[in-house]
């Protein structure tokens, strides 16, 4: 091996390490922007970072005024779930003791042969019953087991009017804790919805905030120097064409290995870097292309396709870049051709035989550059 095919071999590694150190960096930035774009479409990929540190510090600042009254909602909500679980638990119990007792009552009235109103059978209240028993006591010739009955009925209409004490002092304890709760919620919703308004500020769609934070976040923190992050505030179309360019010199990179390791011909510095922007120039020819027939066939078919930079899939635009750059001369000759059949009457012009390239790859014309 020459001292110069060395030198050619240090280039072009040279070459590949560059382009794919700079085809990384453009290619996440870009697909940050094509993610942020599908989560949240309003944004058209385009954050600022600046506005979201900005927004987080603020964020922070109001979750941590607001954590008082968050713990005390949390610690209100509590009590009141623990407390109308006492008072179902003990509505069930004073229902019980009060279908018992009346239906104790009732036997007592018929032994007795008492009349009782429908007005007065209805109220099953302690004070209503009390009424009822009372008027037993009171009955003369009544025997000695349903005097006994009777006394026995006293007290324990008397343990229920306690029972419903109790429960209407719940009830006001209950009205209470709804009333604070009613005003701490509001100090809650009133943080929230400034919450809501910073988020708002960065990205539109707020309910996406917290995934597109992390995203950008783990991007800046993994990009070297925080490139990547600086590139992804750059606009859609930009950075889609850089990474069209570089994805078209990586393109020229993966032909020239294989000429330089087994091509007859050797390659040479002049070659290197003509085929380095031939392959940019046809990669981005390509683009221009394809994106003109997309917007060629959005108008004939009356069908709005999506056309913004922000909609194009980075995966997409890389391919289109990588293959125009391996396949630029045939790219070239083939936009020769269909630019001579448009601006020449009859058709196709026929264009001159190219020469076989040699097999590893090469130009099509290796001599008038070597």
Not at 143 to 160: I, N
Not at 189 to 213: C, G, K, M
Not at 250 to 262: E, I, K, M, Q, T
Not at 295 to 310: E, M
Request: proline content about 3%; some cysteine.
């Amino acid at each position: 091996m020459t001292f110069y095919k060395f030198a050619v071999g240090v280039v072009l590694t040279a070459a590949m390490i560059a382009v794919l150190g700079m085809s990384a960096l453009v290619f996440s930035s870009r697909d940050f922007q094509f993610g942020v774009a599908q989560v949240s479409p309003s944004t058209n990929g385009l954050i600022s970072f600046a506005a979201l540190d900005e927004a987080d510090r603020e964020i922070v600042r109001l979750e941590t005024d607001s954590a008082g009254p968050r713990g005390e909602l949390l610690e209100i909500d509590q009590q009141i779930a623990a407390l109308d679980a006492q008072v179902q638990g003990a509505e069930t119990a004073m229902n019980d003791a009060r279908a018992a007792m009346v239906g104790a009552i009732a036997d007592i009235e018929s032994r007795a042969n008492v009349q009782t109103a429908e007005s007065a059978a209805a109220d099953m209240t302690a004070q209503g019953l009390s009424q009822r028993i009372n008027a037993l006591a009171a009955r003369a010739g009544l025997p000695p087991a349903d005097q006994q009955g009777v006394a026995q009925l006293r007290v324990q209409v008397q343990e229920l009017a306690e029972r419903e004490e109790a429960q209407d002092d719940r009830s006001a304890e209950r009205a209470a804790l709804v009333a604070r709760q009613r005003l701490v919620s509001g100090q809650v919703a009133e943080a929230n919805r400034r919450v809501f308004a910073l988020q708002q500020s960065v990205v539109p769609d707020y309910e996406h905030y917290t995934r597109i934070r992390g995203e950008a976040y783990a991007l800046r923190n993994l990009s070297p120097l925080g490139i990547s992050a600086f590139l992804a505030q750059g606009h859609p179309a930009l950075l889609s064409t850089v990474l069209v360019l570089l994805m078209g010199a990586l393109g020229s990179l993966l032909y020239l290995f294989p000429a330089y390791l087994n091509r007859a011909v050797p390659v040479t510095m002049a070659e290197v870097v003509v085929r380095l922007i031939f392959g940019m120039c046809a990669a981005l020819a390509v683009y221009v292309l394809a994106n003109a027939a997309i917007a060629g066939f959005s108008i004939a078919s009356s069908v709005q396709q999506a056309t913004t930079s922000a909609a194009l899939n980075p995966f997409t635009v890389s391919l289109v870049g990588i293959v125009a750059g391996v396949l630029s001369e045939d790219i070239a000759k083939w936009i020769q051709d269909r630019g001579r059949g448009m601006f020449q009457q009859g058709g196709v012009a026929a264009s001159a035989p190219v020469s076989d390239a040699a097999s590893g790859g090469g130009l099509v014309n290796n001599q008038a550059i070597s």
